[in-house]
């Protein structure tokens, strides 16, 4: 899932380089105009499949409720949402209340055009918008989430105050994102797999070894779960943990707008 910033005059990390924030911003978003018609794909090659089940439990984390309004950032085609949307309704139909309101914000207008393509829920709505900057007034949604797209943003701790910025108070965060496994065999076999067969299977399936090569160089570039979360904390949220998946190969950050 995708997303960037307006330049700050800083450096940030295009996979393995490190180049101007600006200039990351045109690069992600050219990745992700390229893979947006393989973004399925594209998880399943990254997580081997299992990213199904990361998104569900991340989901069940958030605790969608009705009458909430839920921001998805870095949305991509919708796969969050429509899990929030349809467990939203879910408690609706059992206690009652109004219709949630989901969000789907991402950068890339392609990556939106291929989540309206697939179908949404009633509760979804898509716009184009900035993780930078967001288009959103102060205190204005119940919950933010954004899942495997902060690591493709220019300025992270920029980002993680627009978060704090959105959110009422009792608002929750919560980000789900590629991380550092805990384990050093199960690092030194994904590491293997990414680095040698991701890019490979791109080339050959999608016909762009180039992003894929991006995309798992971004994921070494990020940071561990513990830089993460001071990271977070720096940002205004409380009581932040932190939920390890796959042995750390992903992982749940969550906090609260205190």
Known sequence: MTDASHSTGKTSSFGFRDVDAKEKVQ???GVFDSVASSYDLMNDLMSGGVHRLWKDAAAAKLNP????????VAGGTGDMARRYAKMARAAQERRGGDDASIIVLD??????MA????????????????AMALPLPDAS????????????????????REARRVLKPGGRFLCLEFSRPTASAVRKAYDAWSFHAIPRIGGWVAGD???????VES???FPDQTTFKGMIEDAGFSRVTVTNLSGGVAAIHHGWAI
């Open 27 to 29: 690069l992600v978003r």
């Open 65 to 72: 409720r009705p009458g909430e309004t839920i921001l998805d």
């Open 107 to 112: 950068y890339n207008a392609e990556m939106i």
């Open 115 to 130: 989540g309206v393509q697939k179908g949404g829920e009633p509760e979804m709505q898509w716009t184009v918008g900035d």
């Open 141 to 160: 949604v119940d919950a933010y989430s954004i899942s495997f797209g902060i690591r493709n943003v220019a300025d992270i701790p920029q980002a993680l």
């Open 209 to 215: 070894r180039d992003s894929y090569q991006y995309l």
């Open 219 to 221: 994921i070494r570039r």
